[in-house]
């Protein structure tokens, strides 16, 4: 930037050139701390959420096999390219079922009142006060889900076939009763390559391998850590490479 400006040939288009360009922040330690900071955010919600998927599948392999044909007809039909992994709509399912039933939070969307603010209701929140939904208790409404505390991989994949547009089912759509990327204009901006990166890495390991429990039994339950929700890290999955 010092050599060529503001432009040049092969400019990077990253988050770094990003905040160099609209901030004009040159100092390293800010701008490594900002790389590390949105990378967490990325790494770790991405993989827990992975990580519970499969734990889901190698507890229910049953599934495995509706997976695979609807990777086969999507993938014979386009190829391993985006337009195939939009067609996958019981991965999409499985994803947001598994966010929905499991999730990563107990709380989630934490705001702070800027202001004093008094609700339709007539609750009276004061300026400086930390809010957050119970995302965890609201994905489980019985009043909003069916059999909520059911597993139902593709619960939200029936849902899209039996309505005309269904794309207000997807896994990366915005709405009250799933607030799997947050709501708003503070949502998730990378849900889209993060739900893309999950069905990609789902469909190969069920086109790659028989996936299970180590004990065909038991799955360590999940652990709660102050407001979060992760993987209990004794849970073992086993891998058979399939013969085809």
Not at 96 to 112: D, V
Not at 215 to 238: C, E, H, W, Y
């Amino acid at each position: 930037m010092e050599a060529e400006g503001t432009d040049w040939c092969d400019k990077p288009n990253d988050y770094l050139q990003w905040w160099l360009d609209t901030s004009q922040e040159t100092c390293p330690i800010l701008l490594m701390r900002r790389m590390l900071s949105v990378n967490f955010t990325a790494i770790h919600s991405t993989s827990l959420t992975f990580s519970q998927a499969l734990l889901k599948l190698a507890e229910n392999p049953q599934y495995a096999q509706v997976l695979r044909d609807e990777v086969e007809a999507v993938v014979n039909k386009h190829g391993w390219t985006k337009d195939a992994l939009s067609e996958m709509r019981k991965f999409d399912s499985f994803f947001k079922e598994t966010q929905r039933f499991e999730g990563m939070a107990i709380l989630a969307l934490p705001r702070i009142a800027m202001s004093d603010l008094t609700l339709a209701d007539g609750t009276f929140i004061p300026q400086g006060t930390t809010l957050a939904f119970p995302v965890h208790r609201m994905h489980h409404d019985d009043a909003v889900f069916e059999n909520p505390d059911t597993f139902e991989p593709f619960r939200f994949a029936k849902t899209r076939s039996k309505e005309l547009n269904g794309a207000g089912h997807q896994m990366t759509t915005l709405g009250p009763d799933v607030l799997l990327f947050g709501l708003g204009t503070h949502a998730c901006p990378g849900r889209f390559f993060a739900a893309t990166v999950l069905k990609t890495m789902l469909a190969h390991i069920v086109m790659s391998y028989d996936v299970k429990l180590e004990d065909d039994t038991f799955r360590p339950q999940a652990l709660r850590i102050g407001r979060s929700i992760v993987p209990n890290p004794t849970a073992k999955v086993m891998f058979r490479k399939r013969v085809e």
